[in-house]
């Protein structure tokens, strides 16, 4: 397993993460448990502070809080100077009860419901990003109903098909996401947005797909949007001064994985911007980027515990882990792969190829199908890497499974950033009508 952020192997053949042996993490939390390495953490939000804020100028990064978001997430992206993208009532509420600045959070979301959009401009978020003709409306009106004028971007669905995987491809033209620019919607939003006085258009935004090794994908993107933002200022004289180009930037999970460095990606942005605004003779607007998994994703680290192992003579062993689909979606979702490492024995040499199962009463609860590993025995620890984003915030109850703990490591010390949850946590939200009430004499 390639090693990430501070993880190590240490002097009993440990994996050791931001100085925390994991042998011993799982003693005192349990596992599963999710760990955070807060400096490779911080690093990440550095490297694309310096190379966007700094290297761009007139340019921001916002963090795409659905990778990953805790209060103490939100911190963390406060103090590395970084924005927060929101998707939904659930992110806001966290993000505004981790005291984050409001001017510095984007909203985004294909369905805002009417409460988050009240919610989001009594909190005084710095941009809406509005997604289709209903909620445009229902904005306007929300606005004026609060005496205020409010900042938006408009999502624009640019017509790009990214190579990755068709559920996380959302820039191409059959999505569900934004206005389409190429059969004349994305105008016609635009021309209807300037007719609403109580929304201002700062600007455009387009996400075109997550998980992108190709950075020509992005300097498609950039041209794209800026003929479009051209195009508007031909026909409306309207200058749009901020594009949004959405997240997307691809990490390494597995073998084959062969991403760029964040300074490669803000350059090849920074040159298609030069390129596509020289020609078409338009301002050089404030450019946004809003990553997520790149931020998070090999800061991540889920441990386990094996427990049963089968071997079907001749076919499969299967390695059965104390966790799975519902802490980690991903592998049945969309085939995701990952790799891990026995972390108890993470010195040893591997000996067999075996398959991770989760415990989900699901055939499809398959964390790793074919890996290398020493041979493994139940009661060993196994760490799967590069789990920090889109796993807990995708972690689900399903068989009643409790969501494992979150530990922030650095430096030797540990936090619990998120408590795992209980098996009364389960049923906190239970009600037990009176006609079923003998089922409590089996509770009791
Ligand atoms: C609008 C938008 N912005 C940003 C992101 C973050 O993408 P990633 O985690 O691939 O960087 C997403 C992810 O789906 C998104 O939909």
Known sequence: MRLHGTQIVNEQGHLEIGGCDTV??????????????????????????????????????????????????????????????VVSGGELYTALRACFPTAKIYFHG??????????????????????????????????????RRVDILLRVTPGIEAHTHEYIQTGQIDSKFGFTLADGTADRAFDLALSYSNLVVKGVHAHIGSQIFDLDSFTHEVRIMITYMANILKRTGCLLEELNLGGGFGIYYVPGD????????????QLALEEACQNQKFPRPKIIVEPGRSIVGTAGTTLYTVGAIKEIPGVRK???????????????????????????????????????????????????????????????????????????????????????????????????????????????????????????IVNK
Not at 261 to 269: A, E, F, L, P
Request: glycine residues 6%; contains cysteine; hydrophobic residues 40%.
């Open 24 to 85: 011993e993490l799982a003693k005192q939390f349990g596992t599963p448990l999710y760990i955070m390495d807060e400096a490779h953490i911080r690093n990440t939000c550095r490297q694309y502070h310096s190379s966007f804020v700094e290297g761009l100028k007139n340019a921001e990064v916002i963090y795409a809080s659905k990778a990953f978001s805790t209060l103490a997430m939100c911190r963390i992206i406060e103090e590395e100077g970084l924005g927060l993208d």
């Open 110 to 147: 294909n369905n805002k419901s009417r409460e988050e959009l009240v919610m989001a401009i009594k909190a005084g978020v710095g941009r809406i990003v509005v997604d289709n003709f209903y909620e445009m409306s229902i904005l306007n009106d929300l606005a004026r109903e609060t005496g």
């Open 258 to 269: 062969d991403p760029a460095q964040i300074s490669d990606y803000s350059k090849t942005v």
């Open 318 to 440: 299967y390695i059965a882990v104390d966790g799975g689909m519902a802490d980690n979606p991903r592998p049945a979702l969309y085939q995701a792969r990952y790799e891990a490492v026995l972390a108890n024995r993470a010195k040893e040499v591997v000996k067999e190829v075996v398959s991770v199962s989760g415990k989900c009463c699901e055939s499809g609860d398959l964390l790793i199908r074919d890996i290398a590993l020493p041979k493994a025995q139940s009661g060993d620890l196994l760490a799967v890497s590069c789990t920090g984003a889109y796993n807990y915030s995708m972690s689900s109850n399903y068989n009643r499974l409790t969501r494992p703990g979150v530990v922030l490591v650095q430096d030797g010390y540990v936090d619990v950033i998120v408590k795992r949850e209980t098996h009364s946590d389960l049923l906190r939200n239970d009600i037990l009508p009176a006609r079923l009430k003998y089922l409590q």
